[in-house]
């Protein structure tokens, strides 16, 4: 375990490249922006590693089916902290840090602020034990920059919910458990964003995501450029 960390802080003090996340609700369009953020970036000749949480890894991706599968049912609060962080650990350690000390733009769809959201907000948990749970289990590391894609909430989970069962009908994967959730447990995680946002705005940006996907991906770009120190005529054609 503390071998563990002290390659933990020695990839972090020694990390060239830049550590981007995204975070909104389901259907909110995060992972369809960081697409194509992904794809602009490697056209301006950028080196980007795309991932997303819970995930990442062989066993993030078990534990993902297990947490968003509808057949798992309920799970009590602090046992589904405890997988977010059990997938979040080790896509830390085996590819986001390692991506970072090589110099690369890594974009990750959600990170430990969606569990501030969802299980601290959502499910009451508060933030006291998420927070210290990143800090035991990932060294307290945080993004360089953080995109918040703030969106209506009803629309977002109707989206997400006819999303999912398009994807359940083709025969995809099911990831419908926490869509299934009523507007309280949504509107207690929005609310739990925003406040996020309020005490780390030198970290997180809020974009209004209310407009049309390419809006969005417009006001994504211009932050996202200038965070990296690109060049705005690169940024201009959104297409």
Known sequence: MQQRFTAIIVTVNSRRGTFITFEGLDGCGKSTQLERLAGKL???????????????????????????????????????????FASRAPHL????LPALAMGKT???????????????????LGSGPVLELHRVLCGGIKPDLTILMDSDVAASVQRARRRNK??????????????????AFFSRVHAAYLTIATREPER??????RGTPDQTHAKILDIVFKKLGLAPKKAQNVS
């Open 166 to 183: 398009a994807q359940v009908s083709s025969d995809a994967a099911d990831e419908n458990r926490f869509e299934s959730e009523n507007r």
């Open 106 to 124: 890594v974009l990750c769809d959600r990170f430990t602020d969606s569990s501030e959201a969802y299980q601290g907000g959502g499910r009451k």
């Open 204 to 209: 997180i940006v809020v974009v209004n995501a």
């Open 42 to 84: 490697r056209d301006a000749g950028v080196s980007v590693i795309a991932t997303r949480e819970p995930g990442g890894t062989a066993t993030g991706n078990r534990i993902r089916e297990l947490l968003l599968d509808t057949q798992t049912g309920n799970v009590d609060p602090l046992a589904e902290l405890a997988l977010m």
């Open 93 to 96: 350690a085996e590819v986001i």
